[in-house]
């Protein structure tokens, strides 16, 4: 049999050891979790970056007076390559 000063410090090295474990674990867990809201945050803006460009991309290219194809749409009708059919097409899709 172990002396009781012997069983004490087993005894206490045994609970600071398992008090030692869950609060490295709290803390390890408090770090992932913070990094893990970190990247969901980035990856976030991320998106939204990209959103705004293509948003940006396809305004530009509604000024610019170019379709879905790529065909610019003429609005003046003196111009020789004025079409009404694709202006009249281009105001439907608009209101849809």
Known sequence: MASPTVNVARYSALIFGILYGIVHQNTLQAKYDENKATKAQARRAHLIEE??????????????????????????????????????????????
């Open 51 to 96: 959103a705004r460009a293509a948003y940006a991309k396809k305004k530009a290219d509604e000024a610019a007076g170019l379709g879905k194809k790529g065909e610019e749409l003429v609005t003046d009708p003196e111009s020789p390559n004025f079409d009404l059919e694709k202006l009249v097409n281009s105001w439907a899709e608009a209101k849809l």
